[in-house]
Nanobody, 121 residues
Framework: QVQLVESGGGLVQPGGSLRLSCVGS????????MSWHRQAPGKERELVAA????????NYADSVKGRFTISRDNAKNTVYLQMNSLKPEDTAVYYC??????????????WGQGTQVTVSS
């Protein structure tokens, strides 16, 4: 079965850093578009960063550009989110998502259970 397991969340002070990891299993990781999303209380889930399967193209939300970096290690079936210069508004549950081919609305998507990131002094 497909599984996505996030880790690395926690409590950090403003200006600090965290690195989130998401390990996938049960599917061909290298063929899947991977992305990170987050959801704060009372708000809709939003895309934070995305990594295309083959092209290597990455996309970031405007709010995190220059601070967050998404990367992946296909050999380890793992996608990372390096978060620097964290702000209180980054506080949210962060979710890992896998989009399987043929991608888009025609392909299956899977979500991890999420990991809490809290930025507070």
């Amino acid at each position: 079965q497909v599984q996505l397991v996030e880790s690395g969340g926690g409590l950090v002070q403003p200006g600090g850093s965290l690195r989130l990891s998401c390990v996938g299993s049960g599917f061909t990781f290298s063929r899947s578009d991977m992305s990170w999303h987050r959801q704060a209380p009372g708000k809709e889930r939003e895309l934070v960063a995305a990594s295309a399967s083959f092209s290597g193209i990455t996309n970031y939300a405007d709010s995190v550009k220059g601070r967050f970096t998404i990367s992946r290690d296909n050999a380890k079936n793992t996608v990372y989110l390096q978060m620097n210069s964290l702000k209180p508004e980054d506080t949210a549950v962060y979710y890992c998502k896998a989009a399987l081919p043929p991608w888009g609305l025609k392909g299956d998507t899977y979500w991890g259970q999420g990991t809490q990131v809290t930025v507070s002094s």
